[in-house]
């Protein structure tokens, strides 16, 4: 999640939201090689599900209860879409708890825990903590995950991703931080990528990294892949990993040029399960395959934020500023 001056640029947009039969001036498909008709065709059906939000973020699909989770970090909701329902309020406060301070001071990546529990990246109290009630009856009490690192603690964490051992990989970027500068507050000197283990540890991963934000594994979990949301080095990251520890990484891809005329920076991030990587960044959605090629972009008129699959892969969420976004891949 970027830090904008979400207010001006909310209301300017809510001016002109768009309607179903405009879905089109919000989002197109650019195809770069034909490996995109893959997975997108031209029958792929596009719709906005909700909008009016100031800051979507960290779409979750809850297959158990047939629903989407997502964020809304400056309002410290969050909430959920069933296709019965559309949007409904579904947790609050989702990341600050503890006074009353605005801000980007919400819950923002969202993810289920190995056994099925909520965990949410809570920017307003710097931790990552799970939800305690159930899914299906959804109340503001959390336990603490991590919140500290060698005593230290954490700025505000972003996103996150369980691998199959369960440990837990999240980011630690500042933008959750009270006041104007992002880093005031601070008491670790480095915005970190870092593994919680089932057992509670704190491990650093990653720390050269100026703003990292979005991160996922591969399938197979031989990468790990981090977005960095740096308008100077707006570049996404890929990781080899070796019994979970980093071993080598190198840029997957740099889009530092293109900020200078799109909306929005390299930000959340999915793989699907071939290997394809679905990023947020300038523009809209970058698509990569196993390779790292690009592929082609889901071009969005807003900043994207996140992303998020359902249905075998066949439903991709995405939470783009205001609006809340389906596309169905046929």
Known sequence: ??????????????????????????????????????????????????????????????????????????????????????VEKYLTPSGLTTDTRTGNIGGNGLVLNPVGNLVICQHGDRRVAVMTSTLDDPKPQYETLADRYDGKKL??????????????????PPYGLPGEDEDAGKEIPFNGVFKVT????????????????????SPDQKYLYVANSDAKKARWYQYELNDSTVVSGKVLYDATALTATEKGLPDGLKVDARGNVFAT??????????????????????????????????TLFLTSHMYLIKIDFR
């Open 155 to 172: 700025s505000s964490p972003n996103d996150a991703v369980y691998d199959s051992n369960g440990n837990l990989y999240f980011t630690d």
């Open 198 to 217: 089932p057992e509670g540890n704190v491990i650093l991963l990653i720390d050269s990294l100026t703003r990292p934000n979005g991160i996922a594994f």
């Open 281 to 314: 960044g300038p523009g809209g959605i970058f698509i990569f395959n196993p390779g790292g090629k690009l592929i082609g972009k889901i071009k969005v008129s807003a900043a994207t934020a996140n992303c998020g699959f359902a249905n075998n892969d066949k």
């Open 1 to 86: 999640m970027q830090k904008f001056l979400l207010l001006s640029v909310c209301a300017l947009l809510a001016a002109c939201s768009p309607t179903e039969k405009d879905v089109a001036s919000l989002v197109t498909i650019e195809r770069l090689d034909p490996e995109l008709d893959q997975i997108l065709t031209t029958e792929s059906a596009i719709e906005i599900i909700g909008e009016g939000y100031e800051w979507s973020e960290g779409p979750l699909w809850v297959e158990e209860e047939n629903m989407l989770l997502f964020s809304d970090v400056p309002q410290n909701i969050i909430y959920k879409w069933t296709p019965e329902k559309g």
